[in-house]
């Protein structure tokens, strides 16, 4: 699957803006967006600016985004009536397909960016297949070099915090691992974990992750900030006894300092002795949350039959929040889900004041996101618990009036 990214634009903004006045030209990005929404029901349709609008789908290939850029300009082919002037709203498109994970995000919008400066260029509509980009870095590659990387002290961990809504208070962190590579830069997570699962890269790379947290962990509780903090567990580690062994050995007795991030997935495939691990690290203190839920397949079967006591919402519900309609429906039964069987819910991906509050009065129990903290190296978090930078964004003078305790867990 493709996620398909369309930059539309009003190409003469400024000419009706001169015919309709201000006020009225900065309304018409709501038709645009509406048109949107209704020419490709189930589509993302996010407005940039008082000209520019972002619509984001899945697709199954580039086809696909060039037929649905065709659809939009023929539905605007006919002029809008204006207070009784017809007008017509010029489009210029430009778009992007790119791979269906988190490392392609800012790719696909830089890309979809690109073909949109060459749309204008060009006096044409432009989209780019950015997932055959012959750039692209090969996982493999990168894979061969992990090892080195690690001992050459390359890898390094940011850390996002989680805060609970009702309690005003930071609950815990996630450690999200990042590669300072000597010729490619910053490389994120996404561009590497799901090679180095298919070799033993992954197991190293956990424990390195385990130990590096451990250490952490304890810095910042000597400092007053006792929080647990929570790794990225993957789904063929946790089928894997041996890995398991040498991971209770790193945590020793101090499973309770750490909790591991697990997606559902990786329980389906070999559920027996997933759940069977999963209990083992439970027993020792580590607390379980489930990761992503409602992205991949979903068992409510499995659901209940796990140790955890948390459950994160994927950020695909999270992020289109407050302009879908599905979304709100989907967060909310989720919400009521977990907490009848005694989890709290955590939304990641909260990125606007809007969501937050949205997700406060549905009883989401705790929020991490941008809104609150990008993921920062652990100096920088250190500040940011010492400042209890999270107060800002919780800003409880204005959410204070949209909580309602009924809605929350009751622990
Ligand atoms: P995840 O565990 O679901 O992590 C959340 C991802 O969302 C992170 O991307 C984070 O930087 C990003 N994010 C946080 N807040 C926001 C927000 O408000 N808006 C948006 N749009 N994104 C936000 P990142 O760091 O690129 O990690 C991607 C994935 O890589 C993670 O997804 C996790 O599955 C995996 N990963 C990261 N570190 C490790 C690790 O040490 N081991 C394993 N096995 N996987 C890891
Ligand atoms: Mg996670
Ligand atoms: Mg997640």
Not at 184 to 191: F, H, M, N
Not at 295 to 305: D, E, M, V, W
Request: include cysteine.
């Amino acid at each position: 699957m493709l996620r398909i990214r369309l930059l539309v634009e009003l190409a003469n903004f400024s000419g009706l803006r001169r015919h309709l006045g201000l006020a009225r030209a900065e309304t018409l990005i709501d038709e645009i967006s509406t048109r949107c929404h209704i020419e490709l029901g189930g589509a993302r349709v996010r407005p940039l600016s008082d000209r520019l609008v972002a619509v984001e789908f899945e697709a199954g290939g580039v086809k696909d985004a060039e037929a649905a850029s065709a659809r939009l300009q023929q539905s605007f082919s006919n002029p809008f009536n204006f207070d009784g002037e017809l007008h017509l709203l010029r489009l210029r498109i430009g778009g992007a397909a790119g791979r269906d994970c988190d490392c392609e995000e800012v790719r696909l919008v830089e890309a979809a960016e690109k073909a949109l400066a060459e749309a204008r260029e060009q006096g044409r509509d432009v989209v780019r297949d950015d997932a055959e980009d012959e750039n692209r870095i090969d996982p493999l590659e990168l894979v061969h070099e992990l090892p080195r990387a690690i001992e050459a002290g390359e890898i390094f961990l940011q850390y996002q915090p989680k805060v609970h809504v009702r309690r005003q208070q930071v609950a815990s962190a996630e450690a999200l691992v990042r590669w300072r590579h000597p010729t490619r830069g910053l490389v994120l997570p996404g561009e590497f974990i799901q090679a180095a699962e298919q070799s033993r890269a992954i197991g190293n790379l956990t424990l390195w992750t385990l130990e590096r947290v451990l250490k952490d962990q304890r810095r910042l509780a000597d400092e007053g900030h006792d929080l647990p903090i929570f790794v990225n567990m993957s789904g063929v580690l946790l089928a894997d006894a041996c890995f398991v062994e040498q991971a209770c050995r790193v945590l020793g007795d101090e499973g309770a300092r750490v909790g591991f991030e697990i997606t559902e997935t990786a329980v389906i495939r070999d559920p027996e002795s997933a759940i069977r691990h999963l209990q083992r690290f439970a027993d020792i203190g580590v607390a379980i949350a489930i990761d992503d839920y409602g992205a991949g397949l979903s068992s409510l079967a499995y659901l209940k039959q796990l140790p955890a006591k948390e459950l994160k919402i994927d950020k695909l519900f999270v992020t289109q929040l407050t302009s879908s309609n599905r979304d709100p429906l989907i967060v909310r039964s989720t919400i009521d889900l977990a907490h009848a069987l005694d989890m709290e819910v955590t939304a990641e991906g909260v990125e606007t004041p809007a969501a937050m509050a949205l997700l406060s009065v549905m009883g989401c129990d705790m929020i991490q996101g941008y809104l609150v903290s990008r993921p920062v190296e652990i100096e920088a978090f250190r500040l940011f618990l010492e400042e209890e930078a999270h107060l800002k964004a919780l800003d409880s003078q204005r959410f204070s009036f949209l909580r309602s305790d009924r809605l929350w867990k009751s622990a």
